[in-house]
């Protein structure tokens, strides 16, 4: 745990998010490796994962184990859910994907259940708490591609990815690039409202401690696109441990919420110091499709623009 220049605990506290309805590991701002092909040799293909690993692949791949809520709706969305032999439990969109079998929890993997799914590829999520999964695996022959899916950038860069791994070359391109063009004019709308009369709102991970959504995650990104600022903006990483002072301080306008009624803040004494707290102003948004970068995401920052205009100020 490190303290920052503001005062603010920078953690990899576990947070509870969409992601998975429970608890996720936040990633403290390590710099994205780009994935890309690498030479290829006997008939098969090189790639460069997040981690800079080089992997040796045979493609198409015909049975992938995606680790990731993220790369599992990603695959499908490519077309390419028939690969998918293996998936976590907290994999739950599509609807199709919940017909695959489950290997359990990603984070880290059962490596048992994994390899009895006897996977050509397996997709696993960047993470210190992967790391002994990985080392597993890959003694155990399998080849494993480390991805980072941390920003709504990372999108469209690994659907070119794995468009040509699974076969879907074409279906990789045209994703990204309807996912980019639907960015860059979710972007153009956000830009046009004066920055004055963007809500300040504070995206809360985790409330025992307080831990806030900081510039370095894509929830932040979403945000953005949907007409708010991010109380917390100048943080550069994706969570901090904040105190409920410094929450009071800085006075949200709003405070996004992922329970359809009132959350357990709103009962507790210690928050009636924030104002937003104590006049009710909370933002609800209702999706796991929030705790995800996935080709939904222009989406949900329509319907999070929707949930904010709701909320009088």
């Known amino acids: 745990m490190a303290t920052s ?26 710099s994205l490796i ?6 290829s040799g006997s008939g098969g293909v090189a790639v460069v994962d997040d981690a800079g690993d080089t992997v040796h692949l ?3 791949v015909a049975r992938i184990v995606s680790l990731s809520p993220a790369t599992t709706e990603l695959l499908f969305a490519l077309g390419a859910g028939s690969s998918v032999v293996g998936r976590t439990r907290w994999c739950d969109y599509p609807a199709a994907a919940l017909a ?27 993470s210190a708490q992967n790391s002994e999964a990985l080392r597993q695996l890959r003694a155990a022959g399998v080849p494993v591609l480390v991805l ?24 990789g391109e045209r994703l990204a690039a309807g996912f980019d063009s639907a960015l860059a004019r979710a972007r153009a709308r956000a830009d046009s409202i004066p920055l004055a009369s963007r809500p300040r709102v ?16 894509f929830q932040s990104e979403i945000l953005s696109l949907a007409g708010g600022r991010n109380l ?47 006049a009710g102003r909370f933002a609800h948004l209702v999706t796991p499709a929030f705790g995800r970068p996935s080709p939904r995401a222009p989406d949900v920052a329509e319907s999070l623009r929707v949930a904010l205009a709701r909320v009088p100020r």
């Open 34 to 39: 780009a994935c890309h092909p690498a030479a």
């Open 148 to 171: 980072a899916m941390d920003h709504l950038s990372d999108v469209s860069r690994l659907a070119r990815l794995l468009g040509p791994l699974v076969g879907r070359s074409e279906a």
């Open 100 to 126: 695959v079998p489950s290997v359990g929890d990603g984070m880290p993997p059962n490596i048992e259940a994994v390899l009895a799914r006897r996977p050509d590829l397996v997709l696993l999520y960047r």
């Open 232 to 278: 917390f903006e100048d943080l550069p990483v994706p969570s901090a441990t904040v105190s409920i002072e410094a929450i009071a301080a800085r006075n949200p306008d709003l405070i996004l919420t992922s329970d359809s009624g009132l959350p357990a803040i709103a009962t507790r004494p210690e928050w009636r110091v924030v104002a937003a707290v104590r």
């Open 5 to 30: 220049a503001a005062g603010f605990r920078l953690s990899s506290a576990r947070l509870r998010c969409p992601w998975d309805g429970r608890l996720i590991f936040a990633l403290l701002g390590a």
């Open 202 to 217: 504070l995206l809360l991970a985790w409330d025992q401690p307080p831990i806030a959504i900081g510039a370095g995650s």
């Open 58 to 60: 045979s493609a198409p």
